[in-house]
T-cell receptor, first 113, second 114 residues
Framework: DSGVTQTPKHLITATGQRVTLRCSPR?????VYWYQQSLDQGLQFLIQYYNGEERAKGNILERFSAQQFPDLHSELNLSSLELGDSALYFC????????????FGPGTRLTVT | AQSVTQPDIHITVSEGASLELRCNYS??????LFWYVQSPGQGLQLLLK??????LVQGIKGFEAEFKRSQSSFNLRKPSVHWSDAAEYFCAVVRLGGAQKLVFGQGTRLTINP
């Protein structure tokens, strides 16, 4: 158990809908990262937040957004969902903004039908 | 941009046999290197990491990896595999001083024959 929690574990929704994925980092960690794992793209970095502020952006679509709240939990919002958004979404956390060890949550499996 | 290549998509070994999973990276300077393991239905667990110093690093579950700068490689090894080692293994790199995003290889799926 990494100490990173993600909810829900599974999510099934229809195209065009909007969903929110939630992540709670390990106690004491200030950085949160989101990754997408799909069969065709593999594991891709989406976005990083540190202590409430966006720090780095990767291959994140404009239909996706994230935020980190004062209690350090983070949410990833996915809107106007398409079939291709079906994937496993991981959250990871680390102590600082330049910490290189990231600890991953169990992931949220999103299925868009 | 840095990249990571894991040449073997799928490897099958017998229980008790030795294992080596290959990882090559492309980067202009020494990156920080990691191996993660993903068991079915699970998240990613950090096996080991290389930042600097001794090029042979020990990790959890009896795994080790060797950094070879001349070959741009960071291969993962285990002298004797157990059935519980069946999983997907990912090599990853992060750029020193830059955005702390992990860049992953495509993964190697390990199957263990009894």
């Amino acid at each position: 158990d990494s100490g990173v929690t993600q909810t829900p574990k599974h999510l099934i929704t229809a195209t065009g809908q909007r969903v929110t994925l939630r992540c709670s980092p390990r106690s004491g960690d200030l950085s949160v990262y989101w990754y997408q794992q799909s069969l065709d793209q593999g594991l891709q970095f989406l976005i990083q937040y540190y202590n409430g502020e966006e720090r780095a952006k990767g291959n994140i679509l404009e239909r996706f957004s994230a935020q980190q709240f004062p209690d350090l939990h983070s949410e990833l919002n996915l809107s106007s969902l398409e079939l291709g958004d079906s994937a496993l979404y991981f959250c990871a956390s680390s102590v600082g903004v330049y910490s290189y060890e990231q600890y991953f949550g169990p992931g949220t499996r999103l299925t868009v039908t | 941009a840095q990249s990571v290549t894991q040449p073997d998509i799928h490897i099958t070994v017998s229980e008790g046999a030795s294992l080596e999973l290959r990882c090559n990276y492309s980067y202009g300077a020494t990156p920080y290197l990691f191996w993660y393991v993903q068991s079915p239905g699970q998240g990613l667990q950090l096996l080991l990491k290389y930042f600097s110093g001794d090029t042979l690093v020990q990790g959890i579950k009896g795994f080790e990896a060797e950094f070879k700068r001349s070959q741009s490689s960071f291969n993962l090894r285990k002298p004797s595999v157990h059935w519980s080692d069946a999983a997907e293994y990912f090599c990853a790199v992060v750029r020193l001083g830059g955005a702390q995003k992990l860049v992953f290889g495509q993964g190697t799926r390990l199957t263990i024959n009894p």
